[in-house]
């Protein structure tokens, strides 16, 4: 259990090309007659949403907008009235990049979500997007309300860009060891941003969850999104990134691998490939120093657990969140940093696509399970783009101070 004041734990698709490999888009930015727009995306993300009121012309439906609301930069422009189109900032539907030249099995292919492909460069636009979507339906977010999230940097990201597209406020808390890339995209909405300490312990009052539920206790009007807990987190990968894998590899998927913080995008997408089929195997890679490992493997009691430093970002954690299921887990890899950031700078060099640290974690994670089964297709996630940590995972003097790695 955890409680507050601590901290709380088919049909083909068409197909295009990333970086030099062949990688499978679900994604179709032209609107074609009769085709609906998706109901789960937001209305700032649809062309065409921004509907004028019957019978007013196009300037007096420009003052119709509700007070206080910014004015919809993706609405029509004076002048003519042009044919509705669908936004090219759509969460979600993200591309297949076949990483399988990295495997350790001709008999064992690789893919990966490139889900730095969502607006803000991140996975966490799937979740916030859908939390914030039920909040708002359910009563719990009020027009020009606030808006509180604790944060390693790319949840922040996303709230951020959906409080300012749709009229809230917000306040976004993270520690010291979030990159200055993304702590600058997070101020750049116009919100608060605040970085607590690194490396405190999870019951400590400056651990920047622990931080956020004070926010929140202190003001009740504030909504916390609490990404650490709140089950809607991995029901919202239930709902959107697990089909899109069931569909890009018509059900051929045998195996899921991914890195759990939060632990939303396993338990959710884990648990809608094993409702497919029970045999899909799930696999955590974790990085040293996280304590899921030792949870998982060990059996070691959560009252127990001590966590240790490691320096990729946005992956592993120092308690278990009421967020993690798992009961879809069938296995977990530790991954060194070195490993992570030799794996990026790899990706990379063959394929021109730069990847953040937990999706360098997470493919070598796939790269090491793909050498110990006989067949397969293995999907796992890139979770965000290398370009949040230029500062760090590509600055060569960052990197060989900190881990020894050199480009190859």
């Not at 206080?68 to 189109?85: I, K, M, N, S, T």
């Not at 916030?128 to 999230?149: D, H, S």
């Not at 890899?333 to 974690?361: M, N, P």
Request: hydrophobic share 35%; charged share 20%.
């Amino acid at each position: 259990m955890h409680h507050r004041g601590a901290v709380r734990s088919s049909r083909r698709h068409g197909s295009t090309v990333v970086g030099g490999h062949r990688a499978y888009s679900t994604r179709c930015n032209a609107k074609k007659p009769g085709k609906a727009v998706a109901a789960s995306a937001p209305a700032a993300y649809r062309g065409g949403a921004q509907q004028h009121p019957v019978g007013l012309p196009t300037a007096a439906a420009a003052t119709a907008r509700a007070p206080g609301r910014p004015q919809d930069v993706l609405g029509h422009a004076p002048g003519p009235v042009l044919p509705d189109f669908e936004s090219t900032l759509q969460v979600g539907e993200t591309p297949v990049l076949d990483l399988s030249h990295l495997s350790r099995n001709p008999a064992v292919k690789i893919l990966a979500k490139c889900e730095f492909a969502n607006p803000t460069g991140s996975i966490k636009d799937r979740m916030v997007q859908f939390v914030l979507k039920r909040a708002e339906a359910e009563g719990k977010l009020q027009a020009g309300g606030t808006i509180v999230a604790a944060t390693s940097g790319n949840t922040g990201a996303s709230v951020a860009m959906l409080a300012a597209m749709n009229g809230y406020n917000y306040k976004v808390i993270t520690n010291a060891k979030c990159s200055a890339e993304k702590v600058n995209i997070m101020s750049a909405f116009g919100g608060e941003v605040v970085v607590g300490p690194s490396g405190v312990p999870a019951d400590h009052p400056d651990h920047y969850q622990n931080m956020a539920i004070t926010m929140c206790d202190a003001d009740p009007s504030f909504y916390d999104l609490d990404q650490y807990s709140n089950p809607l987190n991995p029901e919202s990968y239930y709902h959107t990134l697990g089909p899109e894998i069931w569909a890009n590899t018509d059900g051929h998927v045998t195996h899921f691998v991914a890195g759990g913080s939060t632990g939303g995008t396993m338990s959710g997408t884990g648990r809608y490939l094993k409702d497919q089929n029970p045999e899909v195997q799930c696999v955590m890679a974790d990085p040293e120093g996280s304590v899921f490992y030792d949870y998982f493997k060990n059996k070691v009691p959560e009252e127990e657990l001590i966590a240790g430093s490691y320096l990729v970002e946005g992956v592993g954690k120092d308690s278990i969140p009421g967020a993690m299921d798992f009961g879809v887990v069938d296995g977990i890899l530790q991954v060194a940093d070195a490993d992570s950031f030799e794996t990026c700078l790899e990706v990379a060099k063959t394929t021109g696509v730069l990847i953040g640290g937990s999706s360098g974690l997470n493919v070598h994670g796939a790269a090491v399970l793909s050498g110990k089964i006989e067949e397969g297709v293995i999907v796992t996630v890139l979770p965000d783009s290398g370009f949040k940590y230029l500062s760090k995972i590509y600055n060569p003097e960052w990197r060989n101070k900190q881990v020894n790695v050199t480009a190859r």
